[in-house]
Structure formats: structure tokens, C-alpha cells
């Protein structure tokens, strides 16, 4: 599976399900938004995940199940068999890694048997791990996974679209790889440990400002394994969780159950239809607050938006909706997403064709 397809399904409802395998990490990036470190323990419960993923079936499974962290791959043999489990029912599994291992020099064999497994294997690279895991060592690794015939892209993070060590990377990354690898370029967000690194005060990333939300149409499992609707930071670490984004936990609840409530809710079919801000500004009779999570995060307490949602959006005129704004977005394609979600100026790299043995 290439990076192009994996960010393609992105606004797609149930196509795809984010697991946070574990906020545990062996290094300590000062931009990281999950404050990750070799002192933070929480992560699922293994057989709970275990149970959840296996209640994924042919017929009613995510497309693409996407294991991060923390560091995903300190857990190897888990992420094996929840890949394995995962792609039985036919979901493709992808893994992001801030590569800590290739600081040996080589691929231990649990980790290499993790990532040979996969559909995609993605390397964080920036220049906050650059301090702690050298560049030439990632490209080393990310070779011996290409060799090992498991597709490879790789998740670039600057300050900005001038940030010069974006455009030296970009272009080492290109030459080292011949363009066999795409990327996908985020900016610093505020948040976790970045909200230290952030501009001051943190500019509004593009999809902060453009509705409508595709961040909230594949559910995440956060660290305590409590299921939400969307991938952002905020609501993943905020407790309680706004009522509309929680979905459930994978304690009570299976694959079937936890779709079901994304696709049917009608709040998160106006989220994902015309953003946050919008449907406050529609339903509710104050003004929504600034930032566009922050307006979103605020929905539960605005008992009008919830009628209004309720009133307009349910049944199958709503799905009707919410289906038709997920194809135009997968229409206009991966890298108009990538333009609205990340560093625009870069967007294109992420459609770089892998060659063909590599697939
Ligand atoms: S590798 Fe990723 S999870 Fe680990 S500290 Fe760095 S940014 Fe955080
Ligand atoms: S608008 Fe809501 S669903 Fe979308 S990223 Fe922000 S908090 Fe998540």
C-alpha cells in the first residue's frame, strides 16, 4: 500500500482506524505533541486490543488500521499480531516509527518481522530526532525495509514552509532514495511538548481554518483505550471527552459497535460535512469560540446543535451528506488533503511513486 492510498482513504467514515499502541518512546523529541518518554507506561490493554481487532470482519472492517504511539515498535510482537489479526479480515496495516532501533546499526529481528508484516512502514524524520537518531542511520534502516520488500514513506516535520532543514531533508531523502519514497510534511503543532516550539502565538494550521473535518472520520483508540472519534491530540489526551467524539472503549465495545456510532452520529456528520464552526454557527444562538478544535470541543455543551444535528442530519439524508463531502475530498485527491492538513508547499511529495518492486 503506498502513502498516496493510505492519505486517500483519510476522509472516508470507518475507512481506516488510528491505534496509540503504547505513549511509551526511547526518545525524547522536544517537539513531541504525545509528551512520549521512556517514563510514561499507559497504553491499552493488549488482550482488550487483541479482542477488539478480531471482532474485524470481511464484510465490516476498516480499510486501514494505522498503529502509532509513542513508539509503536517497542512492542513488536504485539503489532504483529494485531497486524496479522487485522489483515485475516482484509484491513491493511500500516506503522509509524520514530526509528530508535536504527541507532544500532541494524534492524533487530522482532522489529524486522513486525515491519515486514506490514503494508506500509512510515520513519518519522526531523530535526528533533536527528539529535537523537542520526539521519544516515534511518536511511540505512528504511533501505534494509525496502530490500525486505515492504513499501517505506516518510512523515517530515518543520517549523514552517521555509524551515531550511525541510528543504536540505526533502532534497537528501529525494537524491538518497530516487524518489522511490514519499513523504508526507507536517508542521510543529502547539501541542504536547511542541507547544513549547510552536511560533508564538501558534499560527492556525490550514485545516484549523477550512472545514470541513477529515480528522474526525476515522476513529482513534487512545492510550487508555477509550475510542474517539477524532486523531487530534487534544481530544485524545482531554478527559472527559467531549460526549459527541467519544465513541466508546475497547473494554465494551468491537469494531461493528464503534462504526456504527461514527457513521451515525449526526453531529459528527455535520463535523466531518462543514466543520465545527459552521455547525455552531448554525444551531447555536452564541458565538462559537475562536479555534476551530476549540469550537468543536465546545458542541457538547451547546444542547441546540445537538437538536439541530439531530433534526437535519439524521437518517439517510445525513449519510447522504456526509458521504458526498468524503468523495468530493477523495476526489480532489491525496495531496489536495495534505495541502488543508499539512505543509501545503510540500503536498505533492506525497503522491512520489514507490518503484514497482517495492510494492
Ligand atoms: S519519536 Fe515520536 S513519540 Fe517518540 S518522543 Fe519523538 S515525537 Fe514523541
Ligand atoms: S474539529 Fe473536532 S474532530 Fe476535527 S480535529 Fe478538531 S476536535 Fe477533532
Request: aromatic residues 4%.
Amino acid at each position: 500500500m503506498d502513502l498516496a492510498e493510505l492519505i486517500g482513504r483519510r476522509p472516508t467514515p470507518g475507512a481506516g482506524l488510528l491505534v496509540a499502541l503504547t505513549r511509551r518512546c526511547p526518545l525524547s523529541c522536544a517537539h513531541c505533541s504525545t509528551n512520549s518518554s521512556l517514563t510514561t507506561t499507559q497504553r491499552p490493554d493488549s488482550k482488550q486490543l487483541l479482542r477488539f481487532v478480531a471482532s474485524f470482519e470481511p464484510a465490516n472492517r476498516p480499510d486501514v488500521v494505522m498503529l502509532t504511539g509513542g513508539e509503536p515498535l517497542l512492542l513488536p510482537r504485539l503489532a504483529l499480531r494485531l497486524t496479522r489479526s487485522a489483515q485475516r479480515a482484509g484491513s491493511r496495516v500500516a506503522l509509524l516509527s520514530g526509528m530508535y532501533f536504527a541507532r544500532q546499526g541494524r534492524v533487530p529481528r522482532p522489529v524486522m518481522g513486525a515491519i515486514t508484516a506490514l503494508d506500509h512502514f512510515s520513519a518519522s524524520v526531523d530535526a528533533h530526532h536527528e539529535r537523537e537518531v542520526p539521519r544516515a542511520a534511518v536511511f540505512r534502516a528504511l533501505r534494509a525495509v525496502l530490500d525486505a520488500g515492504t513499501p517505506v514513506s516518510v512523515h517530515l516535520t518543520g517549523s514552517g514552509p521555509d524551515d531550511p532543514y525541510l528543504a536540505d531533508a526533502v532534497a537528501d531523502i529525494r537524491r538518497t532514495f530516487a524518489d522511490r519514497v514519499p513523504m508526507l510534511v507536517n508542521e510543529v503543532r502547539p501541542l504536547g511538548r511542541g507547544a513549547r516550539l510552536a511560533a508564538q502565538p501558534p499560527p492556525a494550521p490550514h485545516h484549523f481554518r477550512a472545514p470541513p473535518c477529515a480528522m474526525a472520520a476515522w476513529p482513534t483508540i487512545a492510550f487508555d483505550g477509550t475510542v474517539i472519534a477524532c486523531c487530534g491530540q487534544r481530544a485524545i489526551d482531554r478527559r472527559p471527552v467531549p460526549a459527541h467524539l467519544r465513541l466508546g472503549h475497547i473494554a465494551e465495545h468491537d469494531w461493528p459497535t464503534i462504526r456504527e456510532r461514527s457513521l451515525e452520529s449526526p453531529v459528527l456528520r455535520l463535523v466531518r460535512a462543514m466543520g465545527p464552526r459552521r455547525l455552531h454557527s448554525r444551531y447555536a444562538s452564541s458565538p462559537p469560540p475562536d479555534g476551530y478544535c476549540r469550537a468543536c470541543h465546545g458542541l457538547s455543551d451547546q444542547p441546540e446543535v445537538g437538536d439541530g444535528a439531530a433534526r437535519d442530519a439524521s437518517g439517510r439524508v445525513g449519510a447522504l451528506i456526509d458521504g458526498l463531502v468524503a468523495d468530493e475530498q477523495r476526489a480532489a485527491g491525496p495531496a489536495a488533503l495534505v495541502r488543508r492538513f499539512g505543509c501545503a508547499r510540500y503536498a505533492d511529495l506525497v503522491t512520489l511513486a514507490p518503484a514497482e518492486g517495492d510494492r
